[in-house]
């Protein structure tokens, strides 16, 4: 794919997602060998154009019925702090829902129009999600 992944990372497990426009993508995740315990994703769109989208992806259990749930407030901080870590100053909230794992945002920066897109689970973990473009 690039410089950054090595061409013979192991495959690891594949799914297919749709964007907010009802666009279909594949995203396949491939064991990260340089960051051991951690997986590249990678989306293909429509036009089989592949991009990696997160380095360090970590699997993580279905948290126990006895897991702690944080509140929506601090799901919404959890993920502006993410947005203004990966978008900048002028990233500002352009849609919320609600999604199985949890809460999902989607967060623009207005100079750029640049999009960062994250799932924040009930346990208060960020799951990176792919700005299509």
């Excluded at 992944?5 to 666009?23: A, F, L, M, P």
């Excluded at 999604?99 to 346990?123: H, L, P, Q, W």
């Amino acid at each position: 794919m690039n410089n950054d992944n090595h061409s013979n990372n192991q495959y690891n497990d594949y799914g297919i997602d749709s964007t907010c426009q009802g666009v279909y993508y594949y995203i396949f995740t491939f064991k990260n060998d340089k960051n051991p315990g951690s997986y590249y994703r990678v989306t293909v769109n429509t036009h089989s154009n592949a991009e990696i989208f997160d380095k360090s992806y970590r699997v993580t259990d279905n948290p126990s019925q006895n897991a702690p749930c944080i509140s929506p407030q601090e799901s919404e901080v959890i993920a502006q702090k993410y947005a203004a870590d990966h978008l900048g100053a002028n990233a500002s909230l352009k849609q919320v829902k609600e999604a199985k794992e949890g809460m999902y945002y989607t967060f623009i920066d207005s100079k750029t129009e640049n999009e960062c897109r994250v799932v924040i689970t009930k346990a208060g973990d960020v799951i990176q999600q792919p700005a299509l473009k």
